[in-house]
């Protein structure tokens, strides 16, 4: 069984900075763009970030763009999102997903972390 | 404001049929390929459909998915009050070199 554990959401201060790391199970994480995406308490989602499988290729949307860092140790089946510079908009469930091969969709979640920015 | 364009809010009577649709441009559905995402209230978005019309193994196939240019439809029949969510639809697009997402459609089973 495919599983997402996502660790690491906080209260932290504007301009403060924060790592989640998500932990995979359940399948060949190497093999596997991961993804995540974030959803401000009663909003829509909101796509962050995604990186390729050997970590070669990284996008971000830009509104973290310069300010939060994706990337992955495929030793420990991990996935991880420095953030940098956070800012009130920025609170947010954060979820880590894996990609379904040829970008066609995102077909596990993790149950999400909440990250909380305020003074 | 979201890239694809999703109305706010649909609702039908349980048995009946409901679609949604999901409208963007040649940069993102007219190029790529639609998936759409059920969220049930307080849980993580769970996939109904990817590559525009396929489903994964346990989604019943009350859930269908079709895309035509630069717009996609979700239809769901013999509606469910479990049914009841938000749904989203999601793709690739080119010129923003990002994933993007509808802005949500709020189903409600009256």
């Known amino acids: 069984e495919v599983q997402l554990v996502e660790s690491g959401g906080v209260v932290v201060q504007p301009g403060g900075s924060l790592r989640l790391s998500c932990a995979a199970s359940?399948?060949?994480?190497?093999?596997?763009?991961m993804h995540w995406v974030r959803q401000a308490p009663g909003k829509g989602l909101e796509w962050v970030s995604l990186?390729?499988?050997?970590?070669?290729?990284?996008y971000y949307a830009d509104s973290v763009g310069g300010r939060f860092t994706i990337s992955r140790d495929n030793s420990k089946n991990s996935l991880y999102l420095q953030m940098n510079s956070l800012r009130t908009e920025d609170t947010a469930f954060y979820y880590c997903?894996?990609?379904?091969?040829?970008?066609?969709?995102?077909?596990?979640w993790g149950q999400g972390t909440l990250v909380t920015v305020s003074s | 404001q979201s890239v694809l364009t999703q109305p706010p809010s649909v609702s039908a009577a349980p048995g009946q049929k409901v679609t949604i649709s999901c409208s963007g441009s040649?940069?993102?559905?007219?190029?790529?390929?639609v998936s759409w995402y059920q969220q049930l209230p307080g849980t993580a978005p769970k996939l109904l459909i990817y590559?525009?019309?396929k489903r994964p193994s346990g989604i019943p196939d009350r859930f269908s998915g079709s895309k035509s240019g630069t717009s996609a439809t979700l239809g769901i029949t013999g509606l469910q009050t479990g049914d009841e969510a938000d749904y989203y639809c999601?793709?690739?697009?080119?010129?923003?070199?990002?994933?993007?997402f509808g802005g949500g459609t709020k189903l409600t089973v009256l």
């Open positions: 997903a894996k990609d379904i091969p040829g970008w066609v969709g995102i077909d596990c």
């Open positions: 359940g399948f060949t994480f190497g093999d596997y763009t």
């Open positions: 990186i390729s499988w050997d970590g070669g290729t990284t």
């Open positions: 040649s940069s993102n559905i007219g190029n790529s390929y």
């Open positions: 590559d525009n019309n």
């Open positions: 999601g793709t690739w697009d080119s010129s923003l070199s990002a994933w993007v």
